[in-house]
């Protein structure tokens, strides 16, 4: 006998805005990772002699560049924020449905300022 | 037979999942239309009983019709509930209603799925008072402040609409427990009479079983009791991280 289906279609199936905010959590620290080694590599060159930080500073200008680091600081912004929400609800807090969906939307809302005002300090 | 008034008649386009394991078929949606009362507000199962009497085939459960029995969990228009006590106006869009069977689960016909993963979690925590005092035949005393602790625990019944609203229980349904049975495991790890409180929590100190759970709310989200299993799997957290401390 062939196995049951399964109705599993994420696409049919509504996300409250706190299973968003922790999908993003998810994605967000995959980002981290790809992005983090290479970004590590131009601070060591950098910090390694005056020709380095030349090298460093002349790829940090490159528009590829500053768009990877763009996306690494939203990333780490995200993943900063909806971890300190998540210890807050390890403590007890914001654990109705009204504070889960207020304070993953705040999580959203205070990344996107926080990762503007860095944007455009980067750019 | 009430027959109503074709002024009071609006007509309801159902999508309903279908699918015959006899049939060697795929699972496809099958349209259907329905009159529904104008001037009523009805609930979603009354709306599948429409269905059914234009196509008899169409399989579902349902009992009490009155949000007791739990057994019309279903996913309606993308948000799990219960068929008899979801109210037309609160899932209508754009007159559609879909309906689809619980998410995450073996589906063995239309709209019914195999319960069995829920069930065996569920017994797992075991769902039931272990006292270590003799006993003599009569009941155990518990204080009024102790019986309320048990209050948005006890009134769980089982439906399954949280445990198949949880993306962790759909990845790990052998090993995390889901957010029913934890809420359960909660209800008796907190009853004042039960003395088995330290062994219920070894059972639970493990990667899986509890900590899967990432507190995204979907189970309060969907709970037609209004109960709150997040909260009672914090506690549970809480308990852990206490007792290894």
Request: charged share 20%.
């Amino acid at each position: 006998m062939s196995r049951p289906p399964i109705f599993l279609n994420l696409l049919k199936i509504q996300l409250p805005v706190a299973g968003l905010s922790s999908i993003l959590h998810r994605i967000s620290a995959v980002g981290i990772f790809l992005l983090f080694l290479p970004f590590t590599f131009i601070l060591v060159l950098a910090l390694n002699s005056e020709d380095g930080f030349n090298k460093a500073t002349f790829f940090l200008d490159l528009f590829l560049v500053k768009t990877f680091l763009s996306l690494l600081l939203i990333g780490l912004i995200y993943h900063f924020m909806s971890g300190i929400r998540h210890l807050i609800m390890d403590f007890g807090y914001w654990s109705t449905l009204r504070s889960g969906k207020y304070s993953a939307i705040g999580t959203i809302f205070l990344s996107i300022l926080f990762s503007l005002i860095l944007i455009i300090q980067i750019w | 037979m009430n027959t109503i008034a074709v002024e009071q008649i609006s007509t309801l386009k159902m999508s309903i999942y279908r699918y015959d394991p006899d049939s060697g078929k795929k699972p496809y949606m099958q349209e259907i239309n329905v009159d529904i009362p104008k001037d009523k507000d009805i609930m979603v199962l009354d709306a599948l009983h429409l269905a059914k009497e234009q196509d008899p085939s169409i399989s579902f459960r349902r009992s009490c019709r009155e949000g007791v029995c739990g057994s019309d969990g279903m996913n309606i228009n993308g948000k799990n509930g219960l068929g008899c006590i979801t109210p037309l106006s609160e899932v209508v869009k754009k007159n559609k209603l879909e309906i689809r069977p619980l998410p995450g689960l073996p589906v063995v016909k239309d709209l019914i799925v195999d319960m069995t993963q829920f069930v065996d979690q569920y017994k797992k925590i075991r769902p039931y008072l272990i006292s270590d005092k003799e006993d003599n035949g009569k009941e155990i005393p518990q204080t009024i402040e102790d019986r309320d602790k048990l209050d948005g625990l006890y009134e769980c019944i089982l439906c399954g609409c949280c445990s198949t609203a949880c993306p962790s229980f759909w990845w790990n349904p052998d090993k995390f427990l889901g957010p029913a049975a934890l809420l359960q495991a909660y209800r008796f790890i907190s009853d004042s009479r039960d003395t088995a409180r330290e062994e219920r929590l070894d059972q639970l100190e493990d990667a899986f079983s509890v900590f899967r759970c990432h507190g995204i709310m979907n189970c309060v989200s969907v709970c037609p009791k209004g109960l709150n299993p997040t909260k009672a799997i914090n506690e549970i957290k809480k308990m852990l991280v206490k007792r290894a401390l």
